[in-house]
């Protein structure tokens, strides 16, 4: 079965620290670059982060450059989102979608046509 799964969520405080994992399974990352949405309650799906299916370029939402940090192991078939500093506004459902493409690009746009998207993890700051 071909799928994306996420993993690592869960309640943190504020200030706290998650790594959160996106695992393909049924097909290799190796031509898909990454994206990392999230989705809060009433809000519209937003794009966090993204990385190129060589790692060679990556994008960040202004709302979380300098806290989260994407990266990818395309020989363990991984994408991470390291999220440091976390705030209660980055409580969320956070999904991983992956692109098939043979250019060192990717796109944090909601509205992409992405191959793959995994189910979510649920993402609670709160003290």
Not at 12 to 19: A, I, K, T, Y
Not at 47 to 70: H, L, M, P, Q
Request: net charge neutral; with cysteine.
């Amino acid at each position: 079965q071909l799928q994306l799964v996420e993993s690592g969520g869960g309640l943190v405080q504020p200030g706290g620290s998650l790594r959160l994992s996106c695992a393909a399974s049924g097909f290799t990352l190796d031509y898909y670059a990454i994206g990392w949405f999230r989705q809060a309650p009433g809000k519209e799906r937003e794009g966090v982060s993204c990385i190129s299916r060589r790692g060679g370029r990556s994008n960040y939402a202004d709302s979380v450059k300098g806290r989260f940090t994407i990266s990818r192991d395309n020989a363990k078939n991984m994408v991470y989102l390291q999220m440091n500093s976390l705030k209660p506004e980055d409580t969320a459902v956070y999904y991983c979608a992956a692109d098939f493409t043979l250019l060192d690009i990717c796109s944090t746009s909601p509205t992409h046509d992405f191959t793959y998207w995994g189910q979510g993890t649920q993402v609670t700051v709160s003290s």
